[in-house]
Structures are given as C-alpha cells and as structure tokens.
Nanobody
C-alpha cells in the first residue's frame, strides 16, 4: 500500500514561487509513475506533471511548461514540484499521485492519492 503525503502549499502573489513536496512510502521507483494533479473549484482534475523513472518519461501540461519542474529523490522517497512564475489560474488543490505501470494524463488510473495541498495565487 503506497502512502502519499503532500506539503508546501500556501498563498502567494502572482509571479511568485512555491515548492510542493510529496513523501511516498512502499513503492518501487523503477516501476511506478508518480506525479501531480490539480483541481480548481468547478473544474475537473487535470494532470500537471508526471514522471516515470523506469521509462525516462516526463510530462507537463501545456499551461505549466517552462514554469513548473517535477523531480524525485528516490533515496528519500520524495517527489517535488517546483512552481515558478505562478499565475492566478494556477490556484487549485494539488494532489500527489502514484500508480504502478505507465503514466496516464487521466485521473482514474491512479490508485494512490495524497490528501491534497491548497495553492492560492493572488493577482
């Protein structure tokens, strides 16, 4: 059973930065897809950034390319999302996710979800 715990959310002004962290347990980095989804009020969950070490795959949503960076520290079983040049439209609840196998930009294949951390960007 993979357990995911996010931290690092908060409130920031537009143009600012935040770093989200996800502490993971009981997973094999070589065979899992890890990533971040977000959900804004009234909207569906969307994939923000995904990474799979086993397949050397990384995905970024078009809306965050060049501004967000996903990374992993397998020794500590940590995953991070560095968010720079934040915009008000980045305001959402951010979730750390994991699944065995290949990455997907759809939410339903992900078996493991963190509790979420709120990111609020003011203009």
């Amino acid at each position: 059973q993979v357990k995911l715990v996010e931290s690092g959310g908060g409130s920031v002004q537009a143009g600012g930065s935040l770093r989200l962290s996800c502490a993971a347990s009981e997973y094999d980095p070589s065979s899992y897809c890890m990533g971040w989804f977000r959900q804004a009020p009234g909207k569906e969950r969307e994939a923000v950034a995904l990474t799979s070490l086993g397949s050397a795959y990384t995905y970024y949503a078009d809306s965050v390319k060049g501004r967000f960076t996903i990374s992993q520290n397998n020794a500590d079983k940590m995953m991070y999302l560095q968010m720079d040049s934040l915009r008000p439209e980045d305001t959402a609840m951010y979730f750390c996710v994991a699944r065995g196998g290949v990455c997907s930009t759809y939410a339903y294949p992900y078996k493991y979800w963190g509790q979420g951390t709120q990111v609020t960007v003011s203009s």
